[in-house]
């Protein structure tokens, strides 16, 4: 955990590491990625579908004549699972819905007489294309699809295509594409990586080329979007997943433990981070996640995450808390402590928020939740929030002027353009009031 040197003086000598990270950074950008990310780009976006499927033979294994699923496969894809896994994505899918559909509810058209005859006003409309990015490698995050392609869905976009990698088996994960039919996706391709981004955005799959490309990914695709940003929207760059607790004496360590190596399990540079207002408790979370971790499946990449990127910190008070909290602005904060409702009143700066013993951020990663989990990360939450049914929407403003309420505002701009020196604006309202004086009506 790594605070502002602003911070560290405001706050001297009121909080104390118990664990601190490594000094080595979370990379979330590396030179060489950015330079193959480059080379790529550049050659899809010129030898167009053929470079797509050299990649696709090259770096995803597939050696299918064509890379998109049929619709009756797409349809077919729950089939594979048991009538368990089934049904909970299904929950999944359908919770998601509702709480973007919420989200929807609450955006509403609006319109205003600012002055007599002046009429001002926006209304909401959502982008015509998605091309949304479904993670399938080590572990396939099924989730993805609901909180990407579910809640584009949700806004109104009429088209979304999805991508995802093959397995080791080189086949498309079922539950994936099971997930993403659930969300009402459109069309499915068995893409991954660069080449996936990239074909989306250049319109290399039989769409044109999508307005915005989502979706969660490795290095490589995190550059892919960073690169193609501005060609087209993406939703946010986020990566490596982080988490972060407070809690007090009233905490439960192995709760609080498991929570941290939950997220840490993502991947080897995941930071994980407690502040806690009671030392007692951070101690006993330090020797929690050691036991822990000697039994975890996962261990080969939770251990060095832990090692490396996890910090406990003991904070005097809960004001100290919540300010090393806002500094670090992580992606998922959990609350544990005797007066929750404090912490979510006094925190401004965090992805999203998971009050009490009984919630956990494994909640909305798998879609139990119906939040989004597609979140800033890397200190981005002080300036962001996540993916959400409104980033899929644009608020297009409009304004109607009448020609009684002309003198009010051309008379005002000529003033303003004389000033500015911008003849050509002048003359615009100038013409306009020469046309009402003549009793122009047009």
Not at 180 to 187: I, P, T, Y
Request: include cysteine; proline fraction near 5%; charged fraction near 25%.
């Amino acid at each position: 955990m790594r605070f502002s040197p602003r911070l560290l003086g405001t706050l001297a000598g009121r909080f104390d590491h118990l664990k601190a990270p490594s000094e080595t950074p979370a990379a979330q950008q590396d030179p060489a990625v950015a330079q193959r990310v480059s080379e790529m780009l550049g050659e899809i976006e010129r030898d167009g579908h053929d470079a797509v499927l050299r990649y696709a033979r090259e770096l995803d294994g597939w050696d299918a004549p064509d890379v998109e699923l049929s619709r009756e496969a797409v349809r077919a894809s729950g089939d594979a699972l048991t009538p368990e896994h089934r049904a909970a994505l299904e929950l999944g899918a359908e919770r998601t819905r509702r709480f973007a559909e919420l989200q929807r509810a609450g955006l509403s058209d609006a319109e205003v007489e600012l002055a007599p005859g002046l009429t001002t006003g926006y209304r909401y409309v959502p982008v015509g294309s998605v091309g949304a990015y479904l993670p399938a490698g080590r572990f396939p995050l099924t989730a993805g699809a609901f909180m990407t392609v579910g809640v584009a869905k949700a806004a109104g976009v009429p088209t979304v295509i999805a991508c995802l990698p093959p397995g080791k088996d080189g086949r498309a994960d079922p539950a994936v594409v099971y997930s993403a039919h659930l969300s009402g996706v459109d069309r499915v391709f068995v893409l991954g990586g660069v080449q996936a981004l990239a074909a989306m955005s250049f319109g290399l799959l039989g769409e044109e080329p999508v307005d915005m490309i989502v979706g969660a990914g490795n290095a490589f695709v995190a550059e892919a979007k960073r690169q193609l940003f501005g060609r087209v929207a993406i939703d946010l760059l986020a990566g490596p997943s982080e988490v972060a607790v407070i809690a007090d004496e009233t905490a439960d360590p192995e709760l609080v433990a498991a929570d941290l190596l939950g997220q840490a399990e993502h991947g080897v540079n995941s930071p994980a981070a407690l502040v806690t207002t009671s030392r007692e408790l951070g101690e006993k979370v330090v020797e929690e996640a050691d036991k822990q971790l000697a039994s975890l499946s996962t261990a080969e990449i939770a251990s060095p995450a832990w090692r490396d990127y996890g910090s406990v910190t003991w904070a005097q008070d809960r004001e100290t808390a919540v300010a090393l909290m806002d500094d670090l602005a992580p992606e998922h904060l959990e609350i544990q402590t005797a007066d929750d409702d404090y912490y979510h009143d006094a925190l401004r700066n965090y992805g999203s928020i998971f009050l009490g013993t009984w919630s956990t951020v494994a909640y909305s990663d798998k879609g139990m939740a119906g939040t989004n989990h597609v979140l800033p990360t890397a200190g981005g939450a002080r300036h962001s929030a996540g993916l959400s049914v409104s980033r899929f929407l644009k608020p297009l403003t409009y304004q109607r002027v009448s020609r009684e309420a002309t003198p009010l505002l051309a008379e005002a701009v000529e003033t303003i353009s004389d000033y500015e020196g911008m003849a050509a604006h002048k003359a615009t309202a100038t013409l306009r009031l020469e046309r009402l004086r003549e009793g122009d009506a047009r």
